[in-house]
């Protein structure tokens, strides 16, 4: 009997809500939603996805409870980006947070008015994202990831574990608005320390099989890779070619070593996107992009691998043991 008249209040229950006047429901707000457009795939930096997550949650929003968000991933095909773009601007999100320069072009391409958050690791003002740093205009605003202006340290770094180096080959995406200038930094770099910087140019998994051919033919002591996404796409490739033709490699981000690259060293990625979901949070509060200023990292970080470094035959400086932020061995 009781269950009858549950039944029953449950089947009453429904029926009332579903007499409410349109009204009614109305006053009850939906959870505002957030976009996530990625060049990468989740199951290569989902974590970058979970760094945009809780810097959400330091602005005050939970995934589920007062916040939904929607994911797009382009799998490393920077073509697939322009329609990715146009889906989230289509269901009209409340805010949509880009991973990478060429993702926040497209966005910005698709749309002059929702809210963007981009990380970047080209100049943001160079490749037309945002008009200056501390007032960056339109609807646009987000993190600079500083990635060319590391390019350099990184040389230092070959010119440190490397003492008679005096050639390396530097691998950039021509498809990165970046590439041009990280190119250029390295060169001048290069000049100022003695080291002849090559140029090789990769924007797809053929091209950087190519581009090693041709590097074994330079007679290079090290090779770099540049901060273009992509190449974390393709990271298991480098650290396989550069095992094969027994060249240390050095790279802007932990990802690589993490698959057997020699050592990385860059800002910290997850702390940059933390700080991505951040400014998101802010937007959803009521901010506009234009009144937040580029921010930049704080945070970075150096790894090395030692059981890469055992395989070519190299010994790790004292130093670089203390420096590291991580040592995998």
Known sequence: ?????????????????????????????AKPVVGILHYASPDTLAHLAWAVREGLQEAGYVEGQNVAIEYRWAHGSYAQLAALA????????????????????????ATATIPIVFTSGADPVKSG???????PEGNLTGVSLLAVEMATKRLELIRDLLPH????????????????????????????????????TAGNALDIDTAFEAIGGLHVDAFMVGTDGFFITRRHQLAALA????????????????????????????????QAGVYAGRILKGSKPADLPITQPTKFEFVINVWTAKALGLTIPPSFHLRADKVID
């Open 129 to 135: 994202l945002v008009a200056s740093l501390s007032r």
């Open 165 to 200: 180096a005096r050639a390396v080959a530097m691998i950039v995406n021509p498809d990165y608005s970046g590439a041009e200038s990280e190119m250029a930094d390295v060169e001048a770099a290069g000049r100022t320390i003695e080291i002849k910087a090559h140029k090789m």
């Open 243 to 274: 095992a094969r033709h027994a060249i240390p490699g050095v790279y802007p981000f932990p990802d690589f070593p993490a698959a057997g690259g020699l050592l990385s060293y860059g800002v910290s990625l997850m702390d940059a996107y933390r």
């Open 86 to 109: 146009a889906d989230p601007v289509r269901r009209q999100v409340t805010v949509i947070v880009a991973g990478g320069n060429v993702a926040a072009l497209a966005v910005k391409k």
């Open 1 to 29: 009997m009781f269950d009858m008249r549950r039944r029953k209040f449950i089947t009453l229950l429904g029926g009332a809500a579903a007499a409410w006047p349109l009204a009614a429901r109305a006053q009850q707000p």
